[in-house]
C-alpha cells in the first residue's frame, strides 16, 4: 500500500522506498541503499507516507521534516540530504525516528546525562537543514548516543560499555526545553561510557500493535 521503508545514515543522507520493492525471496538478499564511501546506516523505518521524520545528531542538533519532502526511490539509490552537518565538526547522526506530537524526545549522552522534550516545541522545517539544538552539550555531559520518542508510561533501557544494563521509568527522566543540559541518568564507573539505550514500550502500546 502506502508503506516506506525509511533509511537514515550517519551523514545525514535519508531516502525512502516503496515497502513493495522488498518482496521477495532472494536468499542472497536485495541491495537496499547505496552508501557512500565512509557512510553508515543508522536507522531503518517502516512510515505510512505522511509520517514527520525527527533526526538527532552527535552533537546535539535536531531537525524535523514531512516525508514528503522525500520522494519514493529505487532499491539501489544513495537518497538525498535530510540533515546538514557542519563540516569538520565530527558530527553524525546517531537516531531517526516518527515525530509524534504526543510525545517527548528522550535523548541520552554517553557520560550518562539525559532529558527528555515535549515534541511539540520542535517546529517542522524543511529537509536538508542544519535543524534546532536539541539538547545543550558540555565536555562533562559528552555526546549524544541514543534517541527516540516515549511517553511518560513507557521504560527505557540503558546499556554501558561494561556490560551493565539499567531499567527506569521514563517519568523519572526531567522534562526539560531544548537548550537544556539534562540530567544524570545512569551512574558510569571510571573509564566507561553509555553505549546504547532503547524504549520499552508500555502495555497500551503492545496492545495497539
Given at each position: 500500500?502506502?508503506?516506506?521503508?525509511?533509511?537514515t545514515?550517519?551523514k545525514?543522507?535519508?531516502?525512502?522506498?516503496?515497502f513493495s520493492?522488498?518482496?521477495?525471496?532472494?536468499?542472497?538478499?536485495?541491495i537496499?541503499?547505496?552508501?557512500k564511501?565512509?557512510?553508515?546506516?543508522?536507522?531503518?523505518?517502516?512510515?505510512?507516507g505522511?509520517d514527520d521524520?525527527?533526526?538527532?545528531?552527535?552533537m546535539?542538533?535536531?531537525?524535523?521534516?514531512?516525508?514528503?519532502d522525500?520522494?519514493?526511490?529505487?532499491?539501489?539509490a544513495?537518497?538525498?540530504?535530510?540533515?546538514?552537518l557542519?563540516?569538520?565538526?565530527g558530527?553524525?547522526?546517531?537516531?531517526?525516528?516518527i515525530?509524534r506530537d504526543?510525545?517527548?524526545?528522550?535523548?541520552?549522552?554517553?557520560a550518562?546525562y539525559?532529558?527528555r522534550t515535549?515534541?511539540?516545541r520542535f517546529?517542522?522545517?524543511?529537509r536538508?537543514?542544519?535543524?534546532?539544538k536539541?539538547i545543550?552539550l558540555?565536555?562533562?555531559?559528552?555526546?549524544v548516543?541514543?534517541?527516540?520518542?516515549v511517553g511518560?508510561?513507557?521504560e527505557i533501557?540503558?546499556?554501558?560499555?561494561?556490560?551493565?544494563?539499567?531499567?527506569i521509568?521514563?517519568r523519572?527522566?526531567?522534562?526539560?526545553?531544548?537548550d537544556?543540559?539534562?540530567?544524570r541518568?545512569?551512574?558510569?564507573?571510571?573509564?566507561?561510557?553509555?553505549?546504547?539505550?532503547?524504549?520499552?514500550?508500555?502495555?497500551?502500546?503492545?496492545e495497539?500493535e
Amino acid at each position: 500500500g502506502d508503506r516506506h521503508l525509511f533509511f537514515t545514515t550517519k551523514k545525514g543522507q535519508v531516502k525512502k522506498t516503496v515497502f513493495s520493492e522488498y518482496d521477495s525471496s532472494r536468499r542472497d538478499g536485495l541491495i537496499a541503499i547505496n552508501l557512500k564511501e565512509g557512510d553508515e546506516l543508522v536507522k531503518v523505518m517502516l512510515t505510512n507516507g505522511g509520517d514527520d521524520v525527527f533526526m538527532v545528531s552527535r552533537m546535539g542538533q535536531t531537525i524535523r521534516f514531512s516525508e514528503d519532502d522525500v520522494r519514493p526511490m529505487g532499491r539501489a539509490a544513495a537518497g538525498v540530504r535530510g540533515m546538514k552537518l557542519k563540516a569538520g565538526a565530527g558530527d553524525a547522526v546517531v537516531s531517526c525516528d516518527i515525530a509524534r506530537d504526543d510525545a517527548d524526545i528522550l535523548i541520552v549522552t554517553d557520560a550518562g546525562y539525559g532529558k527528555r522534550t515535549k515534541l511539540e516545541r520542535f517546529n517542522r522545517q524543511g529537509r536538508g537543514g542544519q535543524g534546532v539544538k536539541g539538547i545543550k552539550l558540555t565536555a562533562r555531559k559528552g555526546f549524544v548516543v541514543s534517541a527516540f520518542m516515549v511517553g511518560l508510561d513507557d521504560e527505557i533501557f540503558l546499556v554501558s560499555s561494561a556490560g551493565v544494563t539499567m531499567r527506569i521509568p521514563v517519568r523519572d527522566v526531567s522534562s526539560q526545553g531544548r537548550d537544556a543540559t539534562g540530567v544524570r541518568v545512569m551512574n558510569l564507573d571510571a573509564g566507561t561510557t553509555v553505549a546504547s539505550a532503547a524504549p520499552i514500550l508500555s502495555a497500551e502500546d503492545d496492545e495497539a500493535e
